[in-house]
Nanobody, 125 residues
């Protein structure tokens, strides 16, 4: 059984940092691309940052987080991280990780088949 376990959310003040983790199990981890998405209340999920499989340096970031967030994968630990720095109140959301067997960096929600549960990030002003 495949599973994605996201963790690391919490309450932080504006300007602070958090690191989210997404641990994958049951996958051929080297062959999956991973995406981080977030969902605001009453809205759909939006892409935050994604990393490819074959080229682990291949990444994508949304304009709203570029320069503040970093996605990194540790294939030895079957884990992908989302390092979030200089957090803003508008970053408050539930964050999800997703996986797909592909060599591409994919940024669209509908192209991911596997999802973890969300982890809540709350940034206070």
């Amino acid at each position: 059984e495949v599973q994605l376990q996201a963790s690391g959310g919490g309450l932080v003040q504006a300007g602070g940092s958090l690191r989210l983790s997404c641990v994958a199990s049951g996958f051929d981890f080297d062959d999956i691309a991973i995406g981080w998405f977030r969902q605001f209340p009453g809205k759909g999920r939006e892409g935050v940052g994604c990393v490819g499989s074959e080229d682990i340096t291949a990444t994508w970031y949304s304009d709203s987080v570029k320069g503040r967030f970093t996605v990194a994968r540790d294939n030895a630990k079957d884990t992908v991280y989302l390092q979030m720095n200089n957090l803003r109140p508008e970053d408050t959301a539930v964050y999800y990780c997703a996986a797909q067997y592909t060599i591409r960096v994919i940024t669209k929600v509908g192209l991911y088949d596997y999802w973890g549960q969300g982890t809540l990030v709350t940034v206070s002003s």
